[in-house]
């Protein structure tokens, strides 16, 4: 079937043109800005063009590296956590084959809401409970008469808190993947297995995983690329404190854009922001391609 | 050949499929109700919160038994403009969700059936925009949309969520249009149908879960968001959440109120979880897991 | 005419003129603005939402309708702005931070206020600009004086104080009592204190702010000035690390030691509800804590609360700060936001304001018998107040940065336990130094 050359792009055209207008362009402004030397207040006019010595001092300021290498941690742990906590709990919880427990949709239901809960509230609700004084995990302490902790006051177990929000709010995401993969398992190779000696162990590591590694792979390939641009949790938990312990990129983006009133340094920071997760991204594309399945 | 891969879902909902109750099951059933109290417990904090006044709030150790009180609810309802902000994210959220859907729609179904050049730079692009954190955006958002005078709008709230989620959007529909066989659209449209009948009578109705998906997805982006609305938004265009910043304060945290506030936030998406489950995790899983 | 209307044009012309002078001129100065509505941008703080209380009185009394902003301060400050570069901006009034006078004079985004002071359509004759604290005006109002912030030549009034605060000592009378202690008059008896009242009582000693960014460079410099230090020297080099400096932090250390747990992460907030809910004996900081003691939603401690002056160092001082008001130069209503701003800083208001839980600003306030049976408290900070230093603090535009990347983080990181405070406070010079050489205060 021929269809006209512009049929395609009226199709196409009103979604491209947003994106490009409204998502594109405002990146490669980011770029832009990097070069100038603007602050909050003061009319565009007055930005002063600086040449890449936005990007170098950028490039050398230590609270950037800092902030880079807090984001890494963050990830790094948060998805590890995540994903084998998702796929032990995955892998104990599948239903064999076709003969489901009674009530296992209503607990799915129940372990997509923290999810769908606004992560403003996510933070909110985790900074109480976090609270030194009143919050829920100390008085939890206090039953088994542990000593109740200065969460968000002490730099490691602010941390730790942080990537236990993150923790609990996506790692029902992984399992709810973890068990659509392991439920499409083709059962009559597991039973080949079985048949052969492979033990549960065997089965599980050897023949099971290995099946479902492309959704492995690519719900952590998401779920890494998700943790470098999480912002909204950490700014209401602990704003980066104590100190810089907490301060993700994205974070210290913010920050010296809408604090700092430094717009074109925040620009600069930006676009190694952007590098990161534009690499993450492109690898995620070479693995796993929606595009590249052509029709036979 | 590929089969479609089917919704693992649907194979709880069919009778007499359910195995009769072992011992050993005691454990996962254990196991799975831990689970659910280790998700519901932070959303069930702010809800019991959200009834307590702030002088029962300050009291150290567990309290199960208090009298709860609505004060904090009439305070956020009735002072404090809640209904411009309810209206604020209510137009926000339907706009950016009805947009998003119509033009990411037609988007994916360009991207699928038809060949043209750019197919692939595009769809790349949109792979790839998807990825872009928000905080990336918001610093020459702030500077642009102030210059083009769409900065404290509604208008450019719902364009930048617009853009935001079309990537998503298309991604996921991609994938449940790839799934109608061709032959369907071929017969329908030798049948006479024009082209656009036939993506209105053909394909639509059986990409809608799809639909559903995507649109709970987008509404609950829209109107979940934070940071890019704090930014751009004003007194008279506020949406919720930013409302609900507001009440953290440089002297302390209303803690009655914003759990009130995000209890309320919190509604639609609870509706929407419990009611569309199956659709929100066939979205979820659906382009990932595939057959 | 009949009988009857004549009569009773007769009593209303004697009645009308019966009516006083001064109040037939008010009625003339707000009568151009009947029926308008002015938008004010005002933070979230207990001192606005008492104020908050008194704008229903405003409306009947002017029929100017007022809108009102509430923002955080933080987001407060990039919204002003962003409203004030425009052409024409949406507030007719700001509330900004002291920190910020200088910036918002010097980028000429705020009025001087002689204009409207000594305009007769609308300024009050009864309005008394002596009677406001004179360290408050000074302190939050004036620009262009010496070193940009003090009084003194050049200086002008861009800002009335409302909200301003001084420091003072609040302690537990009961506590005390109990173990026959004496409320501190210096740093010196305060030191001693501080591992008494935590051993014998078991609670924090002294509550204090300690979280990274400007609250615990706050709680430092409340002690920095009394014992002799300053943060610039006065041809603003760095002089923060001086044997003051590393005395006053190492005391900020030992307070956190002693106090109540979690000091490190303790904004404002955090800091007065730790004292309020008994887990601390003292409190040293701001005086916006009058008005909570006594309210039983927040405070278990009412009526147990005693008051003192800030201990002496070497030398008595206070700190000085808070928060004033402002007209914008580009606000659409200018006129009607000034009527707004006086009346809000006149002598009945500003009574009225402090019965609904707000800081008074006023002398007159302050010796006000009725008030003073409430807040007893009065009597110390008009004591205070002699002795509350306007140079408490540097009010330059760059102390927002050095709070947030240098001064905040080095003070945390000594509270946290992660350096020593010499250390860490001659760690961050350099950072500091840079910062004021790019605003042009070092050469070189």
Known sequence: MKTPRWVPWVYVGPAALVMAAACLYPVLSAL???????????????????????????????????????????????????????????????????????????????FILPMMIAPIAVGLIWRYMFDAQFGLLNALLGVVGAAPQAWLADEHLAFAAIVIADIWQWTPFVFI????????????????????????????????????MNVIVVTLLMRLIDAFRVLEVIYILTFGGPGDSTEILSLHI??????????????????????????????????????????? | MNAPALPPSAALRRPGRYRTFQPADLLHYAVLLLLALFCVLPIAVMFTTSFKLQSQLFSTGLNFFFVPTLENYREVLFGDNFD???????????????????????????????????????????????????????????????????ANSLAGLVLLYVAVNLPFTIWLLYGFIQQVPVELEEAAAIDGCGPVEVFWRVVLPLIRPGLAAAAIFTFRIAWNEFILALVLTDRATRTLPVAASLYVTDIGVDWGKVMALGSLIAIPPLIFTFLAARQIITGLTAGAVKG | MQRRDIVKAAGLSVFGAAFPIASSQAQDRYAKYRGQTIVISVPSHPHYDAMHKLLPAFTKETGIKVEVDKLQILRMKDKQLLEMAKPQGDYDMVSYVVMWKGEYAKKNLIRDLDTFLQNPALADPAFDLQDIVPIYRENIGLVGGPRGYLAG??????????????????????IFARHGLKPPATYAELQTLLPIIRAKEGIGALTSRGQAGHQCVHAWLLHL??????????????????????????????????????????????????????QAAMYLDSTILFGQVNDPARSKVGGKVGYALHPKGVRQASQSGGLGLAIPRNARNADAGFLLMQWLTSRPQDIAVAKAGGIPGRNSTLSNPELLQQYPEYAVMREQLKYSDPDWR???????????????????????????????????VPRVTDIMRRGGYLKG
């Open chain 1, 254 to 296: 913010y920050k010296t854009a809408f604090v700092g009133q430094q717009l074109g340094s925040a620009a600069a920071i930006s676009v190694l922001l952007l590098a990161v997760v534009a690499g993450l991204s492109c690898l995620a594309l070479r693995l796993s391609n929606p595009l590249a399945e052509e029709h036979p």
């Open chain 1, 32 to 110: 832009r800005l990097g070069f100038y030397d603007w602050s909050i207040g003061t009319p565009w006019s007055e930005a002063r063009w600086v040449g890449l010595d936005t990007f170098t001092r950028a490039l050398q300021e230590p609270a950037v590296w800092h902030s880079l290498w807090i984001t890494l941690l963050f990830s790094f742990v948060c998805v590890t956590a995540e994903m084998v906590l998702g796929i032990a709990l995955a892998l104990a919880l599948e239903d064999r084959p076709g003969r489901p427990l009674r009530g296992t949709a209503f607990f799915r239901t129940l």
């Open chain 2, 84 to 150: 411009r902000y309810l209206v604020n994210s209510l137009i926000v959220g339907v706009s950016a969700t009805a947009i998003t859907l119509v033009l990411g729609c037609m988007a994916a179904y360009g991207l699928v059936r038809l060949r043209f050049r750019g197919r692939r730079a595009i769809g790349y692009a949109t792979l790839l925009l998807r990825t872009v954190p928000l905080a990336v955006l918001a610093v020459p958002v702030f500077m642009i949309w102030s210059q083009a005078g769409l």
């Open chain 3, 153 to 174: 030549p050049g200086a002008r009034l861009y800002g009335l104080p409302y909200g301003a605060e001084t420091s003072v000592l609040a302690y537990r009378t009961d």
């Open chain 1, 177 to 212: 993947m973890m068990i659509a993969a392991l439920a499409n398992v083709d059962g009559s190779v597991l039973e080949a297995a079985r048949m052969d000696g492979a033990n549960g162990w065997q089965t599980t590591f050897k023949v099971k995983l290995p099946m479902v």
């Open chain 3, 225 to 278: 000035d009394p014992l002799g230090g300053k943060v610039f020297t006065d041809d603003w080099k760095p002089r923060f690390n001086d044997e003051a400096g590393v005395k006053a932090l190492e005391l900020l250390k030992e307070i956190s030691d002693t106090g109540p747990t979690g000091i490190p992460g303790y904004g404002q907030g955090e800091m007065m509800t730790a004292f309020l809910q008994g």
């Open chain 3, 394 to 428: 540097p009010i330059i535009p760059e102390w927002d940065e050095i709070n947030i990347q240098a001064l905040g983080i080095a003070i945390s990181d000594v509270l946290i336990g992660k350096k020593h405070a010499r250390a860490a406070l001659d760690g961050v």
